[in-house]
């Protein structure tokens, strides 16, 4: 229970950059892993079902998937200090 405690208090006193700089970059990497993830799991179902198992669509897709995350976080990080909404747009 100490700890909890005392990570609140690291958190709060970090300046408030750099915290929005580690949670878009924690956001980036999640995002990164998620949607490079199902990418390749879309590729390997594609190969499976219609290209006679090749590896070519599991690689395209992991592919897609990367590089739809990279630009998500390129447009992050590129906004400057706004915050980073749950894909919200307003």
């Known amino acids: 229970m100490a700890d909890s405690s005392e990570t ?12 929005l700089l580690n949670e878009k970059w924690d956001r980036a990497i999640s995002s990164m892993i998620i ?10 179902v594609f190969s499976v079902l219609l290209f006679k198992r090749r590896a070519w669509p599991a690689w395209v897709g992991l592919g897609f998937g990367a590089g ?11 906004r400057g200090d706004s915050p980073v909404r749950d894909a919200l747009r307003r």
């Open 68 to 78: 739809r995350a990279w630009e998500e976080s390129d447009a992050s990080f590129r």
């Open 8 to 19: 609140r208090v690291a958190r709060a006193t970090k300046p408030v950059s750099e915290a």
């Open 35 to 44: 949607k490079s993830s199902l990418g390749l799991s879309f590729g390997v």
